[in-house]
């Protein structure tokens, strides 16, 4: 199989394989990507079980309309992590209710039992920055979201934006004073 | 350079490990404040570490290439779910509740890890991002100061356990405590919020205390190369006890912006005795000798009065932390403090208060001396009774005996409306007043009330011992 030879790994190499149709090269592409489009996924929105279905459904529309890909100099993942953003956006639409849920996730046993007090001290500072970001619109999300939890270089994001990198840098500037002031406010 | 640049660069160059928050700021005075919030959320924003699970990886392979891929789960509840009507508040919590417990389940695990690493650890960023996310969303100044104090002492517990590692303390964390000691106590002066201010001196001057007793144990097993850092950490520890219990029993002092940076902390400790002969304004004479501008929480005591004052001389202000008042009896005047040098008129500088010595043949005194001084005469000069030029100053604790337990050992003293207990079995029990008596702890039981100094502490198992008890009888 062509694109399993080390020589041919490289992404724009998996791509244009996978453009042609070539399962194994959208494979390989699916194995360096899920990690990132799980993580991003699940950031927003806080729940396993509904990020495994989002990040799937990713993946499976990434490989209906790969044809449609265009290389923006932004890596691949920066395509799926948007497919999967637009799916979440429908998924609260769709949804507009909330969901309780008794899954019970294991403990690491060998980390060590957490200060019930700092528990909800950090619980707490982590979701009122993550509601924070959540709240911030277009640009200014995707730019926060793909610097700090994707951890997308300058360059990237304004590969995948279409825009150059003093633009991302202003919207950076822009989104972090809009949290700053979310988070005063609340 | 724009704005937005000289943010990016700081965030890279923070990311990277080549600067810290402050060194950022600091850099671009004029951005200095919206460099330093923008930038405290900036590090905060981390993504959780959470991973898929093999079993759902494999799944989602295998269903890759499915042209029926089934619908997502999102859409048809699974029997583990069941769903609430959105337009209930209860919508609210829930939604809160939900994110609480997936939070702790999967980013959680990094965080706690986190919370016991230590500089120089790779999840040491995580900590300190964590610390300053908490306080960037911290509008109030007393949760902030009590979160900078909290984060203080929390650096003073790692370099305890860099030591206890057989690892280079390094002076990196000194800068960072000192930084937030004085945040705390900075916050502390904006807050409205008396007793949300007290109650964080109170348990800063209890935790600082301790603080002192275990660094001077880590000095003693630190490697050379430490111990200059962790001697300054100790100095900067006693100072940031003292200025919480001068600051908790007179909030004027936090005004005068004190920093456990300070040196001259050190010397502005004073206790006075004497009667009151006048009180101008806030210049008071106390039995010939001046202190000026008093800054007293509470009554002026009668002209007349016999006082026992204690406090600290800063800038020029004289601010009381502690005073007894008695019936005028003619008694001698005593001082207590440290002597810092000779004034220009020629009276002696003793924490900041000028005393007149009387000339006897004694050696002169040399500054940083600590001295004790009483009056003798009718002139208004004070002999010198006591000193003593030890650098080393042991950890005490001083306050009132609330309890004695005979058959534990221990007694309970009160401390900037804390209780400190301590251990004292085989300790020395001594009377101020009485020093040839030899004491017994059960004897303490007639002292509950009364004021005692608890010297030569150390900590051992959690617990504080103490080799000496004296007990101040008073007036």
Redesign the interface.
Known sequence: MESSTPAHKSEDYLVQQAIKRD?AA??AL??SC??RV??HV??KV????????????A??KA?KSIDKYKSTGAPFVTWVITIAGN?VID?YR??????????V?E??PN??I?DPA?????????????EA?LKLKGDKQKV?MMH????LT?EEIAGALNKNE?AI??I??RA??E??RF??R? | MK???I??NCIEEIRSGKSTIEDCARRFPQLENELR??LE??V?????E???SAQ??E???M????ED?PA????K??P???????TTPA?VF????????????????T???A??SLPGDTLYTVKTG?EN??L??T?SPAVKADLYLKFAQRRVDEMQQQVKLNRDVNAQALVTAQQQFDNGLKALSSSDNTQASNNTLSKLSVSTLTEQVELEQALAAAPQASQPVLQQIIDETRRSNTIAQVAYANNDFLKNRPSVTDKKLDAGQFNIEGTLLSVQGHTWNIGGTVIENVHLNGKTPDVGSRVELQGLVKDNNTYISKIQVSAGTPEPTKVEGRFSGTNQNGTANISGIEVKISSNNAPPLTPGEKVQLQSGTNDGKLDVTSRNNAAAQSTTVSGTLTAVDTEKGTITVKVTGSQVVVFVLKARIENASDSHRTYQLSDLKHYLGHDVRVEGLSKHSDKLYANLVKIDTGH
């Open positions: 399962r959208f494979t699916y194995e899920v990690d799980y993580r699940y950031y806080s729940s396993h079980a509904d990020a495994e279905d989002i990040t799937q459904e993946f499976v490989w799916l998924h769709k949804e507009k209710k909330v969901v309780i849920t008794d899954e996730y403990v690491d980390n060590q957490p700092q528990e909800a001290e950090i619980n707490y500072s982590k979701a009122i920055i993550k970001v926060i700090f939890i994707d951890g300058y003093g840098r202003v950076q500037y972090l004073n949290l700053k988070l005063k609340d | 704005k937005e640049q943010l990016a919030s923008l959320i900036a905060s924003l981390q993504p959780d959470t991973k898929p759902f990886k799944r989602a392979r269903h890759l290439f499915d891929a997502p789960a999102t859409a509840l699974s583990r779910f069941w769903a609430w009507p959105v919508r829930a939604s809160i509740g939900i994110a609480f417990v997936i939070f702790a389940a999967a980013g959680g695990s965080v706690y890890a919370q016991n964590v996310l908490q960037a969303v509008a």
